[in-house]
């Protein structure tokens, strides 16, 4: 399996091991990624401001992605909501969908609304499965308590996004699972990380972000698990942000993410997967969790029945 | 007029032209402002910066990026083939042709025992250097025109830039052939070198020039003959040939003067061949001249500005070079548009039809700023507006082949302009979060937030000022319907998790969200642009989803706050 890989402009430059755990796990499922240097930003920054504005660059993307003949992969969450929205929009508006393809022409694009937006927990979940999934396994990571916060903008609107149930959400449930690893139930798990509010509004930003650290601490998390990028960034940045202005004894809430749970246990090398790049995470915390990582006993036993018989 | 009075003025404008520009090096810069530190100041802490990196560990990466950044033009070879082609044919050849050919006598001669300019390799050579010229030249302008579509910007300097570089090649070409071709030319190198013993050999020496060496003879008819030109090839071996090779080696020159040569005989060709001289040497001088002042600085610029990349990366130095930096950056710029190619904020230029989104038009209009040039309030506020509209993807600054650092460039003038007082709505995009996570200029930005603020306080009204009761107008009047199924559950206000961060919502967030829906029920529409809670929703889409009626709450505050923006901006032209 072949995607064009968007990256959106947050990842490539702040959360590159986000990609390259992405990257390197799919690739043990033969799933290759292509990088497209000519996508542009998904209009997601300037949606407060113009929606027409936001529309246009996600449509754009997709015209590139069809005249390479790929579907897109997309991680982060906002990205995902944006390439959405915008073929949601295209699909009902003919005007708009002529006057954008009028700009388009110039660069020799057309928008025909026939690639697909696949987000990267999606692929492994419906494309791979959780069966392929358990089969490559290497270890699992039993005992690691993770609080997933999935994002706003991949879980809502539903009828946009059509990732999973926006109230029982059960993609990550089933992926944390089979690592053998335990999605903890929190309150903050479907809320806000108060991304959207950072630069306009920092005091009620982090008001938000507080809330969900506290929350997750107090339900027994051992790390936090964000979907998206902005998320990512709230808990990874932010976060240290205001613990280097409360002083340096603050501790933090380490940020672990899926995709380098997955490829550990996939016996993935921990700095391909860039997990000491995380800024919240320190070298007791790898120490942690791999101390936890084992080889899936019951899988080895069947296996060793089934040899047998 | 005399060559080295010309050369001498050339030159003169030329070294004032660079002593100038390195003054404003160290006299300008964009934030913080200049006058924070002094001339000397910034010398001295550029000297050390220098030092520090000539005697030390760093020299090897001084090396390093003198072979790959400079020579090699790594950063350009890493993104696209063709134009590291065009660049690489045109900096090789011209620099071989300035060092070999315009200071031959200085060069060349000292270098090679034998030199003598009609002699080959050199006369091939030059040709050769000349045509890679031409050929870079002519990718570079068939880029220009087939990447119009992808916004690649051109102005008029980058044509003269072309026009001057191919020009000189071009005119020294047409030079060597119409020299070629000119039968006084051919008189003048015969009494000067040859070895020629009366009119019969003349005529066979000529036949033979006319038959192999391009030479046109137009006022007489010359025979012809091959025991003739066989006699003529005989006599150009014994007094030609030592220090002059076929013509046919200058193969492009010698290709023009058969086109040229009729042409230039009929005109007269000792005319000719002087006004190419002129041409040649006029094309050369005036590009010397206008070097300094022009995009063409960057051949000095730079190999600084990639060196100092090269040790730093994105980080700055002393505080005294910061604005050092930023000013050897501008005139580093080649307005070569890689970064607007490569822009994540491309589409936002054709939303928005602001040039200055594109980093390449930013960086040619920042010299003004720097130096400090009155603007006028519209240029100012699109400035503004286009150094906003930003990803902050820093891809602009790791294309740069000049190695700039856009990123520090762009941030800086972005609170230079806040500090202005223009109201700058596009702060309300989320351009603003990555600005927040990096925590530039925290104070800046809370205070250019505050002038925002005000501008809403006084072109919305809001619901605590009003004394009169509210008056019932008819709904309708907003774009997205789907508010008139509201049933009053205020299901929406109960789950908001911005609501529950406020022990008194309603005072700190103007209108509750089920209020908005309330006003929008009610006709009034700019109740609801005006409430703070629109700008402090955050977007979390859980009051959509839990709306038992389908209401869409949240894209009815985006579509809020886009017309509350649009007003204001309205208000502001009107």
Redesign the interface.
Known sequence: MKFAFFQG??I???IEQYADSTEAVLRIFDIELVKI??F??C???????????YI??SI?NMAIAEKAGLDILVICNCCFASLQKAKNVLEKDSALKDEFNT?LA???LTYHGATRIRHYLTVLHEDVGIEAIRNKLVNTCKGLKLSVIHG??I????EITQFDD??VPRITEDLVGVTGATSIDWRGS???C?????????E??R??LQ?KITGAREAGADYVTPICS?CH?QFD??QV?IAAQAGPETDLLSVLLYPQLLGLCLGINEQRLGIARNRTIGVGDIDHIKSLLAPPVEEKKKKVRQQAA | MNFTLLLTVAVSICLIGIVLRFYVWFSQGIHPPATSSSLPQRLAAAGRAMGGALFGPRLVTILKSIFLDLLFQQRVFNKNTLRWLAHGLIFTGFLLLFFLHALDSLITEKLFSGYVSTLNPYLFLRNLFGLMVLAGVTIAVYRRITLR??RLKTYAGDWAALIFVGGIILSGMLLEGAKISSYSTFQRMVEDYGDVAGDQEQQALEAFWVKENGLVIAHRKVEMTTALVDQGREISGRSCIECHAPNTSAFVSYGLARITGPIAAAAGDAGAVNFLWYLHILFCLSFLAWLPFSKMFHIIAAPVSLIITRIMGKENGEPANVLTRQMIGLSACTHCGACSL???????F???QNDFILPSEKVQFLKNLAAGRELDPDTLKKLQQGLY?C?????CTDICPSGINLKELFVSSRYALLAHGIPE?????????????A?YRVDD?LKA?KILEQLFKKSFRVLADMVQPLTLTRPGKFSNPSYRSCYSCQRCTNIC??VR?FDNPGEALGLLPHQIIYSLGIGNVDLAMGSKMI????????C??HCPNQV?L??IF??L??AA??KIEEGDRS
């Not at chain 1, 209009?43 to 504005?53: I, Q, S």
């Not at chain 1, 108060?194 to 920092?202: F, V």
């Open positions: 402009c947050n490539p430059v702040r240097p000519e542009n930003c209009g997601y920054p300037v949606r407060n401001v113009d929606e027409k504005a246009l660059p754009r700009l110039k660069e020799g706003c903008h879980l809502r609107p539903r926006s109230f479907l809320e806000c108060g991304a959207a509010l950072a630069g306009l509004n920092d009620l930003s008001r938000l809330e902005y960034l940045t932010t942000n | 579509p992808q490569e822009c994540s904020s491309n589409m936002f054709e939303s928005f509209i990803t902050s993807c820093d891809r709505t596009s702060m309300l995009s989320h351009f603003s979060f990555p600005l927040a996570l925590q930005h937030l998790p911005v961060s700008w402090s929703c955050s977007t979390c889409y859980l959509q989803e869409e949240c894209d985006y579509g706050k886009n923006i649009a």
